[in-house]
């Protein structure tokens, strides 16, 4: 595994403090939000788009500087499985079925899309532990 990308995803939980939104992009502080993280020395744009049954919650192209995080709501209001697309160019794409939980919804954990030179990752954050740390 990349050490840059594996750090980077590690120490994305200190920064989950939804730095970068506004409040009006988000209800609460419990929607799930999709969490781009560039690892990479180069601004990138982003295209994600997320369905679910057919029906498209977000079509969103994000842009983000080298070495930084921004955050998109996928609008999930209910737990099910939802299809996660990311796409940065032909070379960087991943598709991938997340499954998101009422638990998710109600904590509002988040999706991590994580950009490196070579390709992109989707992780989900994992249940917070009894220190209240939790991690992707």
């Given at each position: 595994m990349n050490r840059r990308a594996f750090l980077s995803s590690v120490g994305l939980l200190a920064t989950v403090s939804l730095s970068g939104c506004s409040a009006d992009e988000f209800d609460t502080v419990e929607?799930?939000?999709?969490?781009?993280?560039n690892t990479t020395n180069s601004p990138v744009s982003v295209d994600?788009?997320?369905?679910?049954?057919?029906?498209?919650?977000?079509?969103?192209?994000?842009?983000?500087?080298?070495?930084?995080?921004?955050?998109?709501?996928?609008?999930?209001?209910?737990?099910?499985?939802?299809e996660l697309r990311a796409a940065v160019d032909d070379?960087?794409?991943?598709?991938?079925?997340?499954?998101?939980?009422s638990s998710?919804?109600?904590?509002?954990?988040?999706?991590?899309?994580?950009?490196?030179e070579t390709d992109v990752r989707v992780l989900k954050e994992e249940i917070a532990d009894s220190a209240g740390a939790g991690a992707f």
């Open positions: 929607d799930v939000a999709i969490q781009v993280d994600l788009t997320v369905e679910r049954s057919g029906s498209v919650t977000l079509e969103e192209t994000v842009a983000v500087d080298a070495d930084e995080t921004e955050y998109a709501n996928p609008r999930i209001p209910e737990a099910g499985e939802y070379e960087r794409t991943t598709t991938r079925t997340v499954s998101v939980t998710d919804v109600q904590v509002g954990r988040n999706i991590a899309v994580i950009i490196s």
